[in-house]
């Protein structure tokens, strides 16, 4: 089994793809393939010490779900499934997808919930990421001036996916042992 997780919601699939980004990085003994959390079992989520989570923005700021308009469940399901689960010893950093420009007053909102989620289970979160070359109006998912996870904007932005990416990898490198 690989030593880490790597699970996405998503609604129109962005989120598979920088999953599958991540994926392509490293070998199947450090990450293990992309899973949608609504085809995760909890013994498979739980099994990790390592987690990298991805997940959009969508609405008014909310998880991808069914009360998002989304067509299959997502981590609006998921994460009630997971309430009984201490997360003491596990590392997780988290990316997010939103539109600066159509949302800037929800940007990546949904991140936050994530974060807020494991870190009251007890989980280390790492890879927060710089506010700086992004415009949007408002983020719940700014803590001490910085985003919770990777910030990403498929819509206005995708140019600087890649190499906010490899950023990024390259600062929880460490804490997840990644051969960068």
């Keep these: 089994m690989a030593r880490i997780g790597l699970f996405f919601g998503t609604n129109t699939g962005k989120t598979r793809k920088v999953a599958k980004l991540i994926k392509k990085r490293f070998d199947d003994d450090t990450v293990a393939?992309?899973?949608?959390?609504?085809?995760?079992?909890?013994?498979?989520?739980?099994?990790?010490?390592?987690?990298?989570?991805?997940?959009?923005?969508?609405?008014?700021?909310?998880?991808?779900?069914?009360?998002?308009?989304?067509e299959n469940e997502s981590w609006e399901e998921f994460l009630p499934r997971l309430e009984g689960f201490d997360f003491s010893g596990k590392t997780i950093a988290l990316f997010g997808l939103g539109d600066q420009v159509g949302y800037g007053e929800e940007f990546l909102d949904a991140l936050i919930e994530l974060y807020n989620f494991f870190t009251e289970r007890g989980a280390r979160l790492v890879g927060a990421w710089p506010s700086e070359g992004y415009e949007f109006e408002h983020s719940a998912a700014l803590v001490d001036g910085k985003f919770v996870g990777l910030a990403l904007d498929l819509d206005n932005q995708s140019g600087l996916t890649e190499e906010r990416l490899d950023t990024w990898l390259k600062s929880i490198a460490a804490d997840f042992d990644l051969p960068l």
């Design 33 to 70: 393939d992309p899973l949608n959390v609504n085809r995760t079992t909890l013994e498979e989520f739980a099994a990790y010490s390592h987690l990298i989570l991805g997940t959009p923005t969508l609405g008014d700021g909310q998880l991808p779900g069914t009360s998002a308009d989304c």
